[in-house]
């Protein structure tokens, strides 16, 4: 039985395949084209899925869609009367899923009467629950999906048991977290489509002084259903104008219309433009967003816990992406087993959107546990070479050697302890954002120039933006004042005390690290290169950021030997080969 999940005509177009129970391959379409959070069809992603898992179209037995026009029907009609124009942008995107077996069938320069698969539109929020509950390792547990709007619903809570999920609430448009974390991620200036992750790092910078005007623009009773929040209206757009996401066909970039009234700039200040130096005023701001989205948000899950009298839950949607707040669940609600999804957000919905109707709609037992993010493209030794000979390598200066498994870590842990900077490139591309040891640029902890190093000579972004840092699982405890695994990098704890002077470079001005623990079983090159790096200077820590530079994480061997070269890295290991310079 194969099931190919398609998320389409949204941001983070993804595809994922699900044989027999098993996921086989998961990713999302901006691999492959180049366009960070590429929206459209993924036909890129749906035939590399298929390619790994060794079938045709025709092998196809179901297809699961994440979109189910008839959900939360009469909310969607009161809208489109009075918003027109939002009307006829929906009636195009529905459209458009209309004409998926057609866009299949031009993914494969095929026939459409060769696919025979049942097409299944699963309701967003559900996907987006069956993405984590089904995967984890949890036969019963509480679920929360939290998000900007799908399927006019912008949150969904319930419960997991075995192979069925059970729904109890929701929280309709136009009311929802994500599209308030949005809204003013805007009005700080951060315009473009994912941008929310920035503001995060950003809040560490302030101090939250303006909690009373927030508390106007996001309320939250605190009602023992749950679903006790609502925003503000007078703040927002989206209610009168719909939640404008568009993209050009032309390079499937999403984008945001303006989601913020003048209501927001009255309370709290004119609005900062994009290209105004952030002030402490901003910093303060940003602060108070985190910190009125963590109030609400962790208020939400602890009345799911205490109404449930569940010790586990399974969190998505794009909200499940604040790692800050996820770390404080611990201490905040009685939760004892957090599971997020690798991809949380929408990317996710294809994974989710598959195993909900191999579960939940097919009854099939669980046989399947997602513990790591590695289901993207893989390249062998010959393309790995391939990839190098063709390049400038050679002529730039740089050595090229391949090196025994058992060598290659003590190599690369030597040049990250002298200081330099390394892209390590190694098996199956990870599903998801997150870099997690596969596609990444891995540096000294230790140094605190580190992160001002690799931000301006590498990243070429934002200053103040925060790095990760990888540990051994089996060091979680001695590092972090917290020690539930984070095997994904979606829990950020508080570093001990103790330690900060050890990983600086890493610790954000809070204190705080947005934390990959990593194991052998999970990721064994990793975790031998963490470990030869512990041996030598005692810090069982690397820093570890993702291998692009303001593009989507590189995917192929062609696309690493690229960036290495027109960043200043200082080597690259791609596979069993060792790159440095003379």
């Known amino acids: 039985m194969n099931i190919l999940g398609i998320n389409a005509y949204h941001g983070n177009a993804s595809a994922a395949i699900v044989c027999d129970g ?41 297809v699961a869609v994440p979109r189910n026009p008839y959900a939360r029907l009469g909310t969607k009609l009161f809208y489109a009367l009075r918003m027109p124009s939002f009307a006829r942008e929906r009636a195009r995107v529905l459209a458009k899923f209309t004409g998926i077996p057609q866009a299949l069938s031009a993914a494969f320069d095929a026939d459409p009467k060769k696919l025979v698969a049942q097409i299944h539109r699963v309701e967003h929020h559900q996907a987006h629950l069956a993405s984590s509950f089904f995967v984890s390792r949890f036969e019963h547990a509480a679920l929360l999906s939290a998000d900007g709007l799908g399927d006019f619903a912008s949150t969904m809570w319930g419960t997991g048991t075995k192979n069925q999920m059970k729904i109890d609430g929701a929280v309709a448009f136009p009311h929802s977290l994500g599209l308030f974390y949005s809204a003013v991620t805007q009005y700080l200036g951060f315009l473009k489509f994912g941008d929310e992750y920035k503001v995060m790092g950003l809040a560490a910078y302030g101090h939250p002084e303006q909690m009373e005007v927030f508390r106007d623009i996001l309320r939250f009773d605190g009602c023992s259903n749950g679903n006790g929040f609502r925003l503000g209206l007078d703040y927002f757009l989206h209610h009168r104008t719909g939640p404008e996401m568009s993209w050009a066909e032309a390079d499937k970039t999403p984008a945001l219309g303006k989601m913020f009234s003048e209501q927001m700039a009255k309370r709290l200040g004119p609005a900062r433009a994009p290209e105004e130096e952030l002030r402490e005023r901003h910093h303060n701001l940003a602060s108070s967003l985190q910190a009125r989205l963590e109030e609400v948000y962790l208020g939400i899950l602890k009345k799911l816990a205490e109404r449930t009298g569940l010790k586990a839950v399974c969190l998505a949607g794009g909200v499940a992406f604040n790692c800050v707040a996820n770390g404080k669940i611990f201490e905040a609600t009685p939760f004892e087993h957090v599971y997020v999804h690798p991809a949380a957000g929408d990317g996710g919905l294809a994974v989710g959107a598959a195993f909900y109707v191999w579960h939940q709609k097919l009854g099939r037992a669980r046989s399947f546990v997602m513990d790591h993010a590695y289901w993207g493209p893989g390249y062998s030794r010959e393309e790995i070479r391939r990839a190098i000979d063709s390049s400038s390598l050679a002529q730039d200066g740089y050595s090229v050697a391949e090196l025994k498994v058992e060598e290659l870590p003590r190599r690369a842990a030597a040049i990250i302890a002298d200081g330099k900077i390394l892209g390590w490139f190694q098996g199956r591309a990870e599903w998801g954002p997150r870099a997690l040891g596969n596609r990444s640029i891995v ?22 933006r925060p790095f990760a840092p990888s ?14 695994p984070s095997p994904f990098m979606t829990l950020t704890y508080s570093v001990r005390p103790e330690k900060r002077n050890k990983i600086p470079a890493p610790t954000h001005i809070d204190g705080t690290g947005r934390l990959q623990t990593v194991t052998r079983e999970a ?14 200077t005692g810090v069982p820590v690397v820093l570890n950021t993702s291998f692009n530079d303001n593009e989507p994480i590189v995917c192929c061997p062609e696309e690493a ?5 027109r960043t200043q890295m200082d080597a690259l290991v791609l596979g069993d080969f060792f790159i440095a310079r003379r």
């Open 471 to 484: 540990i051994l699982e089996e060091n979680t405890a001695e590092y972090f004042e917290k020690s539930h």
């Open 561 to 565: 030997v690229d960036c290495f070269l």
């Open 443 to 464: 540096a000294d902890p230790r140094r605190p120039e580190m992160k001002e190093i690799l931000n301006r000579r590498i990243k070429h972004r934002e200053i103040f």
């Open 523 to 536: 990721n064994p090159r990793y975790h031998a290169l963490i470990s030869a790096f512990r041996e030598l």
């Open 22 to 62: 098993q996921l086989i391959a998961a990713v999302e379409e901006e691999r492959f084209n180049r366009v960070k959070y590429a929206a459209g069809f993924p036909a890129a992603a749906v035939r590399y899925c298929l390619k790994e898992a060794g079938l045709t179209l025709s092998d196809v037995d179901h």
